[in-house]
C-alpha cells in the first residue's frame, strides 16, 4: 500500500511517457456511437417502469391519498405510498428513506411511486393520485431568518468557525478598509444525465443499475435505509453522463425502484423527469457572505473576516462552507471566519460544483477588488503583497504554492499591462468594455482506495476499481498511468469501472477521484511489477519496454510469465497524516473581458483565461476540458445561474432548462485555460493535484469585476444581469458620477 505520510520519491511516471499526453478519451468512441451504456439504458434487465408522485405544498402533511383510480388504471402493477412502502433505516448520512409518513418537508417531496407495464402507463396513473394535505405555513426566505441562524457542525472534521487575533481592533484602527455583503442565489447542477436507476433483485441481493458518483458510500446508504447487509448490495454506474455533485448522494430514484422491485420481484426503472430533478434531488443553497477587509496604505492585509449564511431543510446539517478558502489564501495577523445555518422549509441542499469555494470566491475576490481599488493599487500586485509563506493559520507549510507564477503568466499572456485602471473608459462601438482578474484555490483533498490489475497471457493489462468517470475522463487517466507503468502501449490496456464488484474506490467527487484512485492503480502495477520480477528471477532495477522485461542481459516477454490464467495484483492508497502536515491546495488566476451595452446594460463575455497549478498533469487534453468546463460554470454563476423560489409557496419557479439558464455556446466565445509546470511529492504517488472543480473557483469574480471595469457599477447580488447595471447607473446619475457617463464620446 502507497502511504501519503511520507514524501513520494522518483517513480516510472516521472520519465517521458504516455502520463501527461493529451491523448484522446479511450470511452470517446463508445459514447459518439450511443454504445456507453448508461443507467437507464440497461434492457436486457426487461424493467417495468415507475413515476414519482410529487407533494403540492411545502410544509404539512397528507390527510389523506386515494390511489383506488391510479391502481385501476392500463397497466398499473403497483402504487407504493407511506401506507404500504417497506420499513426503512432514519435518515442521515447511511439512510434516505421515502415515503416515511404523512409529514410534507418540502414542495416536491415523493408522496407516491406509480409503477406499471410502460412508463407512459406510470405517468398516466400518477395523475390520478388523489392527495389531500393539512398545509402549514413554512419559512422560505433566508434573508428574513437571520435570527434564527445557528452554528452547524464540523463539516467533516474542518470547524465552523476560526479566529486569531483581535479583528475588531485591527478594523477599527486600519486607514484603508472595505466591509461590504455579497449574495449569491440557489443553483442546481443542470448535469445532462437525469438521475435514474434499474433495480433487480435476485433473493436477497439487490443490484442497482443507477447514475452515482460514490458508489461505495452509496451502498453504505442503500443498505442502511434498506436495512440490509451491504454485501447484499451492488451499483452499477458504468458511465455517468454528468454529475457536479448533485449523483454524490443515493437519491430517491434508487431507493423507491428497490422497494417496487423488491415488492413486486420484478425489475423496476425509475428516472425522473427534468422538473421533477430540480426538487426531488439536491441543489446549491444561496448565501449572504460578509467580508472584511483592512490594509495598511501600502497594501499588506491587517485583517480579514469572512462571514457565510446558507440553509438548509430541517434536519439537514450541510452548511455552504464558503469562507473555507479565506482561511489559507492572504496572508493577515487578525483572522475571523464564520459559517451560519438557517432551517427553512425548502429541498435539501448539498454539494455542487466546488462546494465552498465557488461561491466563497464570488465575494472573496470581489473584495479584493475592491481593496485594490481603494488603495489605488493593481489588484494583481495586492494579491503578491500579501501572499502567506505558510498556513496563515495553522503555521503549517505549504506542499506547494504556485499561486504568484499563475498571476504573472496569466497577467502576461492576457494583456493585463494593457488594462486601463479607471472604469468605463474603454470603449467599442455600442460597448463599454472592462477587464477583471481573481484568484483561485481549491482543497487538494485525497481518499483511502484500491483496485487491481491483471495481466492476461496475451499480454492485455485489465485495470478494475469501482472508481466512476463522470465524463472527466477517469477511464482514460487510468489507462495511461497502467500503461506506463507495465510500459505497454494503450492499446493493450483495459479499464473497467463503476462496479461495486471491483475494489473499493472512493469515486468522483471533491477533486480527489484522480489523486486517489490513480494511487491504488499506480501500486497495483507496482506489486504487479514485482510478481514478473520474481518469475522472470530479474533484479528490481530491470527494464521494462514494450512487453518484455530486460535485466542480467536477458530480456523476457511478459506474456511469458504470467502463465495461462494471467497474472494479478492489488494495489492500494492511504493519504496517511500527509494533509495535517502540509496544506494541500491547487491554484490558478482568472482574466476576463467583457463588454457591456451602453444603451441596455447587456453583459457579454468577450475573452477569458485560467492560468493554473495542479501538480503533475495526467493527461493534457483532459484537465483543459476540465478546467474550460469549470470556467464556463463560473461565467454561468456570474452571469445566468439563478433557481428562483416562490417566497410565498417554497417552490422553485424555474424548474427546467428552458428557465434555469447555464451558459451556453453563444455565451462562451474566446476561452482558454493553461497549466503550468509542477510536481508536489506529498500530495500522492502520482505528485499531481485536484482539478475537477479548480476551473470554477474565483472565475465568476473575474468576470463580476470586468463588469465593474467596464461601467463603474459595484454589482453584489449575483447573477450579474442587465436590470442591475441600469439601476447602478441610475444611481450613479443621481449622485453626478462621471462615470456614469458611459455615452459621452
Known amino acids: 500500500m502507497i502511504n501519503m505520510t511520507n514524501p513520494v520519491g522518483p517513480t516510472p511516471l516521472d520519465k517521458p511517457g504516455l502520463v501527461g499526453q493529451p491523448l484522446d478519451r479511450i470511452d470517446g468512441p463508445l459514447k459518439v456511437s450511443g454504445r456507453a451504456t448508461y443507467a437507464a439504458e440497461y434492457h436486457d434487465e426487461h424493467p417495468l417502469y415507475g413515476f414519482v408522485v410529487q407533494a403540492a405544498i ?29 420499513k426503512q433505516g432514519p435518515r442521515g448520512t447511511s439512510g434516505n428513506p421515502q415515503l416515511e409518513g404523512p409529514s410534507i418537508d418540502h414542495h416536491g417531496q415523493p408522496i407516491a411511486l406509480v409503477v406499471a407495464d410502460t412508463f407512459e402507463q406510470a405517468r398516466a396513473a400518477a395523475y390520478l393520485v388523489k392527495p389531500r394535505y393539512a398545509a402549514e405555513k413554512g419559512e422560505y426566505d433566508m434573508g428574513s431568518s437571520l435570527a434564527k441562524s445557528f452554528v452547524p457542525k464540523s463539516n467533516n472534521g474542518v470547524p465552523a468557525d476560526t479566529a486569531s487575533g483581535d479583528l475588531t481592533a485591527a478594523f477599527t484602527n486600519a486607514p484603508v478598509k472595505v466591509d461590504v455583503t455579497y449574495t449569491t442565489p440557489p443553483q442546481t447542477h443542470a448535469m445532462m444525465e437525469p438521475h435514474a436507476t434499474i433495480a433487480v433483485w435476485n433473493g436477497d441481493s439487490l443490484t442497482l443499475y443507477t447514475a452515482n458518483q460514490m458508489l461505495m458510500r452509496g451502498t453504505d446508504m442503500v443498505a442502511g435505509t434498506l436495512q440490509i447487509p451491504k454485501d447484499k448490495v451492488r451499483m452499477v454506474s458504468s458511465y455517468i453522463g454528468g454529475g457536479f455533485g448533485g449523483k454524490l448522494q443515493v437519491e430517491a430514484d434508487a431507493i423507491l425502484a428497490a422497494m417496487a422491485a423488491k415488492v413486486l420481484q420484478k425489475p423496476v426503472k425509475v428516472v425522473l423527469t427534468r422538473q421533477q430533478i430540480f426538487e426531488i434531488t439536491k441543489h446549491r443553497t444561496d448565501t449572504i457572505q460578509r467580508v472584511k477587509l483592512a490594509a495598511g496604505r501600502d497594501g499588506t492585509l491587517t485583517a480579514i473576516g469572512h462571514e457565510s449564511w446558507s440553509n438548509n431543510t430541517p434536519g439537514d446539517t450541510f452548511y455552504e462552507s464558503a469562507a473555507q478558502a479565506t482561511r489559507s489564501f492572504y496572508a493577515a495577523p487578525n483572522r475571523m471566519t464564520a459559517h451560519r445555518l438557517v432551517t427553512l422549509d425548502l429541498p ?17 475576490e470581489c473584495a479584493m477588488d475592491e481593496l485594490a481599488a481603494a488603495l489605488n493599487m493593481d489588484p494583481i500586485e495586492l494579491r503578491i503583497k500579501n501572499e502567506p509563506q505558510e498556513d496563515p493559520e495553522k503555521g503549517r507549510p505549504f506542499s506547494t504554492r504556485s499561486f504568484v507564477p499563475c498571476l504573472r503568466k496569466g497577467a502576461e499572456l492576457f494583456g493585463w499591462s494593457k488594462r486601463n485602471a479607471t472604469p468605463g473608459q474603454v470603449k467599442d462601438g455600442a460597448w463599454l468594455v472592462g477587464m477583471g482578474m481573481s484568484g483561485a484555490i481549491r482543497g487538494n483533498p485525497m481518499l483511502t482506495a484500491k483496485a487491481s490489475v491483471t495481466l492476461d497471457k496475451n499480454g492485455i493489462a485489465t485495470v478494475r476499481s469501482s ?10 487517466i487510468l489507462a495511461q498511468i497502467a500503461a506506463d507503468m507495465l510500459s505497454l502501449p494503450m492499446a ?6 463503476g462496479d461495486t464488484a471491483f475494489p473499493a474506490a472512493p469515486g468522483s467527487g471533491g477533486s480527489f477521484g484522480a489523486n486517489s484512485a490513480g494511487s491504488a492503480v499506480y501500486d497495483a502495477c507496482n506489486v504487479l511489477r514485482g510478481k514478473l520480477l520474481q518469475a522472470a528471477n530479474l533484479p528490481p532495477d530491470s527494464t521494462f519496454n514494450n512487453g518484455n522485461v530486460t535485466g542480467l542481459g536477458r530480456t523476457v516477454s511478459l506474456t511469458d510469465l504470467v502463465g495461462p490464467n494471467g497474472l494479478e495484483a492489488d494495489g492500494a492508497a492511504d493519504p496517511g497524516d500527509s494533509r495535517k502536515a502540509f496544506n494541500q491546495q491547487s491554484y490558478g488566476a482568472h482574466f476576463a473581458e467583457v463588454g457591456v451595452d451602453r444603451d441596455t446594460g447587456e453583459i457579454r463575455l468577450r475573452r477569458m483565461l485560467g492560468v493554473f497549478t495542479a501538480g503533475r498533469i495526467l493527461n493534457a487534453k483532459t484537465a483543459r476540458s476540465q478546467a474550460i468546463g469549470g470556467m464556463t460554470f463560473g461565467v454561468g454563476a456570474a452571469l445566468t445561474e439563478d433557481l428562483v423560489i416562490d417566497k410565498r409557496f417554497g417552490g422553485f419557479v424555474n424548474h427546467d432548462l428552458a428557465e434555469y439558464h447555464v451558459a451556453v455556446h453563444a455565451d462562451i466565445p474566446a476561452i482558454d485555460a493553461v497549466f503550468l509546470p509542477e510536481l508536489d511529492d506529498h500530495s500522492s504517488a502520482m505528485k499531481s493535484k485536484g482539478i475537477g472543480e479548480l476551473g470554477i473557483c474565483g472565475a465568476g469574480a473575474a468576470v463580476a469585476n470586468a463588469v465593474y471595469n467596464a461601467t463603474g457599477v459595484r454589482i453584489r447580488d449575483y447573477p450579474l444581469t442587465l436590470d442591475k447595471v441600469l439601476n447602478g447607473w441610475a444611481a450613479a446619475n443621481k449622485t453626478g458620477d462621471a462615470v456614469s457617463q458611459r455615452k459621452a464620446g
Open 58 to 86: 411545502s410544509k404539512g402533511r397528507l390527510d389523506e391519498i386515494d390511489t383506488t383510480a391510479a391502481e385501476k388504471a392500463p397497466g398499473v402493477r403497483l402504487v407504493l405510498t407511506y401506507k404500504n412502502a417497506l
Open 348 to 364: 435539501h441542499s448539498s454539494s455542487m460544483r466546488a462546494p465552498g469555494e465557488a461561491v466563497g470566491l464570488l465575494a472573496l
Open 467 to 476: 472508481m466512476t468517470d463522470i465524463g472527466t475522463g477517469s477511464y482514460t
Open 492 to 497: 493493450r490496456v483495459r479499464v473497467a469501472l
